[in-house]
């Protein structure tokens, strides 16, 4: 089955930088790659998704990259704001996504005033 | 209506003790999801409905046991549980762009 891998856990940074979390998957199959954030005691929410027909999509502040040969896909996060503290999760799915998703360990994003 | 409802928010339950959680959405999504997230882990996959059907199990125990009754609805029976099994239990729902939404999940702490 699918195997995902994220780093770092943990990621602080001061507010205004830039932040990166960068995952690997195992499958070739797996076509579809979705990011979600969750906050303490909330439901995961989705904040971009990219499919593997896509090398790069953005969204505002928000951008995902996508390396199929390389097998990773990244999240960026430029202009960080309070708000965006929380824990993030990558995933990866084949049949984009009917399958179900399987998670990376997720990434606690703190922002440092 | 744009969301996953989740009955109920809370449960505690015993060993010996059956119950079940809800979930509801009226988007029209044709796939339905249960996972389970423990404390500081990701979302783990236990069940896929694809129009109605149960389409994957991830090997998860038998005292668990979903069920479909349409399109709109998702339950999972819950029977003979185990302390270990206290968990966050997620829904989640696809439509025709395969992205997921998810409920607010309901908290079940097994005693």
């Known amino acids: 089955g699918e195997n995902v891998e994220q780093h770092p856990s943990t990621l602080s940074v001061q507010e205004g930088d830039s932040a990166v979390i960068k995952c690997t998957y195992s499958?070739?199959?797996?076509?579809?790659f979705p990011w979600y954030k969750q906050e303490l005691g909330k439901r995961p929410q989705l904040i971009i998704d990219?499919?593997?027909?896509?090398g790069e999509k953005k969204d505002q502040r928000i951008a995902v990259t996508l390396n199929k040969t390389a097998k990773h896909f990244s999240l960026h996060i430029t202009e960080t704001q309070p708000e965006d503290s929380a824990v993030y999760f990558c995933a990866a799915s084949s049949r984009g996504g009917a399958d179900g998703l399987t998670f990376g360990k997720g990434t606690h994003l703190i922002i440092q005033p | 209506d744009t969301e996953v409802t989740q009955t109920p928010k809370h449960l505690v339950m015993g060993m010996t003790n059956k119950k079940s959680l809800k979930c509801e959405q009226h988007m029209g999504h044709r796939a339905m999801y249960w996972y389970k997230q423990k404390a500081k882990k990701p979302p783990e996959l236990m069940f896929v409905?694809?129009?109605?059907?149960?389409?994957i199990n991830e090997s998860v125990p038998s005292r668990f046991s979903p069920e479909c009754p349409n399109s709109s609805l998702l339950n999972l029976h819950l029977h003979a549980l185990q302390p270990e099994d206290s968990a966050l239990y997620l829904c989640?729902?696809?439509?025709?762009?395969?992205?997921?939404?998810f409920g607010p999940g309901t908290r079940l702490t097994v005693l």
């Open positions: 499958d070739s199959a797996s076509n579809y």
């Open positions: 990219i499919r593997s027909n896509v």
């Open positions: 409905y694809s129009y109605e059907k149960l389409s």
């Open positions: 989640a729902s696809s439509g025709s762009t395969d992205t997921q939404y």
